[in-house]
């Protein structure tokens, strides 16, 4: 593998892209920035985390063969300067509390670009910072971390960005195109997270379960077509009519393309990480109860994995 160092020259003028969250995807995201000569600034947890980074002399983007290192700049939420556009790619748990950490720096026109899984985090997101605009996204762009500080990029996918109120896309997303970021502005961004989270409803849990890659669930279709059953009418009941379409039938082409592929919660619960359960289940269960909608399947499914995660000593929310 061929490594080598990149000092790019910052296009001007522009606002900085501050990266809160520098797992896989928010360093996916910072290092195509960088090597696009946009000025990118990360947003680390605490000093600690600053100086681990600063004696790793930057973030290490891997493609193929090739390895790049970008020596990006990097600062702790108490940081001074002021933040215009911020891609937040945390965990849905640690998303509200990282943004109230930066809060107090958001300029008036700031935009927010929110890149978390299933949904709840989002809306909580938005409503502490009302004076923001938050935009929403949901990727199928593959990333992986092999190591402290380094990202691989392990499949070209699409990312698509929305605001909610239905506003129209902020010029400033130009840059993403200029860096390889293949995104699409979506008027429909909230029935694209919907049939997202129902698909990661219909896989993920059952693949903790059953301790299987996704192609495992070939022997589970009875249970996966009951699920998709049921979050069908969720979807059709969430005034989400359109992401109920054929959920069945993706659900099964997903699990066919990505057969030997682990899901994200699977591979959280097997590194004894938090997994994300209450943006995903949870948040389905909820929503099935607020308007009234029987869910056994779901809800059994959700209960067992509640168990199981409790079983080995994991957060179960």
Not at 210 to 221: D, F, I, P, S
Not at 269 to 294: H, K, M, W
């Amino acid at each position: 593998m061929s490594v080598h160092s990149f000092c790019g020259t910052s296009r001007q003028p522009s606002a900085p892209w501050h990266i809160l969250g520098a797992g896989s995807m928010g360093s996916l995201w910072a290092t195509r920035l960088a090597r696009a000569g946009y000025d990118v600034r990360l947003i680390l947890r605490d000093q600690a985390r600053l100086q681990a980074y600063h004696a790793a002399q930057g973030l290490t983007l891997v493609e193929g063969s090739n390895a790049i290192l970008l020596p990006i700049a990097a600062q702790t939420p108490d940081a001074a300067d002021p933040i215009t556009r911020v891609l937040v790619a945390c965990k849905a748990y640690d998303a509200e509390y990282a943004v109230a950490q930066i809060a107090h720096r958001l300029s008036p026109e700031a935009h927010l670009i929110l890149l978390q899984n299933g949904l709840g985090s989002q809306q909580a997101v938005a409503a502490q910072v009302p004076h923001a605009r938050c935009v929403f996204a949901s990727s199928t762009e593959g990333a992986f971390r092999d190591g402290d500080w380094r990202v691989v990029f392990a499949g070209q996918g699409h990312n698509w960005l929305g605001d909610p109120e239905q506003g129209a896309a902020p010029t400033r997303l130009d840059d993403l195109q200029h860096s390889g970021i293949r995104h699409e502005w979506s008027p429909t961004i909230m029935s694209r997270l919907w049939r997202k989270l129902a698909l990661n409803c219909a896989i993920n849990p059952l693949t903790v379960l059953h301790q299987c890659t996704n192609g495992g669930l070939k022997a589970h279709t009875q249970t996966v077509d009951a699920l998709c059953i049921e979050l069908s009418a969720l979807l059709v009941g969430c005034a989400q009519p359109e992401a109920a379409v054929n959920l069945s039938a993706e659900v099964h082409r997903v699990i066919d393309a990505t057969a030997q592929n682990y899901s994200s919660m699977y591979q959280d619960v097997a590194q004894r990480r938090r997994t994300e359960i209450s943006y995903l289940s949870g948040y389905a269960c909820q929503a099935a109860q607020r308007i009234g909608l029987d869910t056994p399947h779901l809800h059994a499914i959700h209960q067992q994995l509640i168990a199981h995660l409790t079983h080995l000593g994991l957060p179960s929310h």
